[in-house]
DNA sequence: GTCCAGGAACTCA
DNA sequence: TGAGTTCATGGA
């Protein structure tokens, strides 16, 4: 076990809440089971940085200090923002702190998000357990039984179109599908692209996929490439450009950072509105 | 039952 | 290039 007392913004629950990721669950108070490739973490988190990590130092070296983004100075990012000339990202900036930008896995954030498209956060959630349970790899679960990983490209590409449906994917199953070979037979090189820093030849590149258009190759940039100015546009984003940029939001402003403040103002704004 | 969802492809003007 | 329509389905 680790007890760790950070000193920069973290809070599980916004994060495990923030629709980058759909694998957090909380298990308990302030205790979140976490699924990162095949890696299964229980994490407590008791407020004010104070954490508790259910593993060795070792595996909290090698894993999860990565995946949680604790190199990044999030304060830090916080502090570009001027209060008095953008408060409405103020504001969100102060209201969700303790947000951070996973490092996901490329493959799971691609399938994750095309998964996602015009749907509510608890159907993807549902929709990708059914899936993980259909196809990933059984993972001893430290606190007793089983749970699964993301299935693999592998995986994926052998589910008939029926097992597909069964995990309520609807129309997105051949995109699903179609990724899943493209990947296989490296038509789509996740390694070459996460090793590309051109945020305009990744999108061109993950656009050129079925199913996948601005927003979702923006969603992959960001949570799964962590292109930190990636600036995904959903309908709560395009709310809140309309609502509170009528005269265009500055996203010069904030480079190379925007897809951090883009994650304070979809937060905020649900939680004003959702 | 109705409306909407971390959209994208397709159609038609 | 742009606006409208369709897609499958669960959650609220």
Same mark, same amino acid.
């Given at each position: 076990m680790i007890r760790l007392k950070l000193q920069d913004d973290f809070d599980a629950k916004r994060i495990a809440d923030s629709g980058q990721c759909f694998r957090w669950k909380e298990t308990g108070e302030g205790r979140f089971r976490v699924i990162h490739g095949r890696n299964v973490l229980y994490l407590t988190d008791h407020g004010e940085g104070d954490l508790e990590f259910e593993c060795g130092e070792e595996e909290y070296r090698k894993i999860w200090h990565d995946y949680l983004d604790l190199d990044e100075d999030y304060a830090a990012v916080r502090a570009m923002i001027d209060k008095d000339s953008d408060p409405f990202l103020y504001a969100a900036s102060c209201n969700e702190k303790g947000i951070r930008i996973l490092r996901q896995y490329p493959w799971e954030a691609l399938i994750s998000f095309i998964i996602s498209q015009n749907r509510n956060i608890p159907a993807i959630k549902h929709s990708i357990e059914l899936l993980s349970d259909m196809a990933g790899e059984e993972l001893p679960d430290p606190a007793g039984g089983i749970c699964h990983a993301f299935p693999t490209p592998q995986a994926l590409a052998k589910l008939s179109d029926e097992d597909l449906t069964q995990c309520r994917l609807g129309y997105r199953c051949s995109y699903v599908k179609e990724a899943a070979v493209s990947v296989l037979e490296g038509k789509i090189d996740l390694d070459a692209l996460a090793k590309d820093p051109d945020d305009e030849r990744c999108l061109e590149t993950l656009m050129s996929?079925? %199913?996948?258009?601005m927003k979702v190759a923006s969603c992959m940039l960001l949570? %799964?490439?962590?292109?930190?100015?990636a600036f995904p546009v959903d309908v709560w984003v395009k709310r809140i450009l309309e609502e509170h940029y009528p005269g265009g939001y500055d996203r010069e402003r904030y480079r190379p950072y925007n897809g951090v403040f883009q994650q304070y103002m979809f937060a905020y704004y649900r939680s004003l509105h959702g």
């Open positions: 996929m079925k %199913g996948v258009g949570y %799964g490439l962590h292109h930190m100015d």
